[in-house]
């Protein structure tokens, strides 16, 4: 099968015939043998009815029903399982993305030898509150993730090769940085094609303001697990000793800046009233529990029943 096409949904009844009718012209257009795999994220309203009815109608129509609303990163988890396809789409079911651009991000998959093929919406069609803050959140995660070439992490149009999808989790609400999730599985060529992005049609945006609060919060989680995440003792214990020895090496000072100024008969106060001894106690307890937190973690990431899951690309 040429092609697998993802797409999650969650109240979305009147585009989802519209959106599939212009997948299929255009996939009998270029003669391409694909699948639509529909996952109803908990809709409350008739989608999977319409769903299950397009089914009837076409083999080419699969569907996945979630029982309640889990999010977008669990439904693309649950069409990956699923798919079959040599090159695996996905895209929002809104129709604000243009099924005109499979060819040609199939073509940058297979042709051009691209892991992974993210769409960019150059020319949006939502209001500054909404434009403003995606611009900061993909300039922070170009700097975070290292993927320079990518203007829109966040964008629903995507193109992968299935080993790919095959071979990265989805989980949370990840499906901001599956770029960097498949960077981080050791999937690097990763390329980016200015897509046509439509006005909605039909009802309202399912995401508010909070997903770019979430959104800063999980990239911080990926960056730390990419980097530590098989080896916090390398940030934790590093931290940790750091803080100790500054703090160890303040209190050396006022130990013996103390002792100096009983030989010589110099009055002076307690040690205790100095708000320095304090401050080199505490750092000398936090150095110590960043070292016992980075020394606990090697140990549970030693004891993972997953710590040698290493990509093994092709063996002779």
Not at 190 to 198: P, S
Not at 217 to 245: A, E, N, Q, V
Request: aromatic share 12%; charged share 25%.
């Amino acid at each position: 099968m040429d092609i697998s096409i993802i797409v999650p949904l969650y109240n979305e009844e009147e585009s989802l015939p519209e959106l599939y009718d212009w997948i299929e012209r255009v996939m009998k257009a270029h003669g391409f043998t694909y699948e639509v795999i529909f996952v109803n994220d908990g809709s409350t309203d008739r989608s999977w009815e319409v769903i299950t009815e397009l089914s009837r109608k076409s083999d080419s129509v699969r569907g996945i029903k979630f029982r309640r609303n889990y999010g977008k990163s669990p439904a693309l988890y649950c069409g990956f399982e699923q798919a079959e396809g040599d090159v695996v789409i996905t895209m929002d079911a809104d129709l604000q993305d243009s099924p005109d651009e499979i060819p040609e991000l199939y073509r940058m998959i297979k042709k051009d030898g691209y892991d992974l093929v993210s769409g960019y919406k150059q020319k949006r069609y939502d209001p500054l509150s909404k434009t403003i803050p995606t611009k900061l959140f993909n300039a922070t995660a170009r700097k975070i993730s290292g993927i320079k070439n990518l203007h829109d992490f966040n964008c629903g149009l995507k193109a992968y090769r299935k080993t790919v999808v095959k071979n990265i989790e989805v989980y949370g609400e990840m499906h901001r940085y599956i770029p960097y999730l498949a960077k981080n599985a050791g999937f690097c060529k990763i390329g980016e094609k200015v897509v046509q992005h439509q006005a909605r049609k039909y009802g309202t945006s399912k995401f508010g303001l909070n997903r770019f609060i979430n959104g800063y919060l999980d990239l911080i989680t990926l960056w730390f697990l990419g980097g530590f995440g098989r080896k916090p003792m390398h940030m934790f214990g590093f931290m940790g000793s750091i803080m100790f020895m500054i703090g160890f090496i303040a209190a050396c000072v006022i130990g013996a800046d103390k002792l100096y100024a009983l030989a010589n008969n110099i009055p002076q106060r307690l040690i205790t009233s100095s708000p320095y001894f304090y401050i080199s106690l505490t750092m000398m307890i936090i150095g110590t529990q960043l070292f016992l937190a980075g020394f606990l973690g090697d140990l549970i990431s030693r004891s993972s029943s997953g710590r040698n899951d290493y990509q093994i690309e092709e063996r002779v």
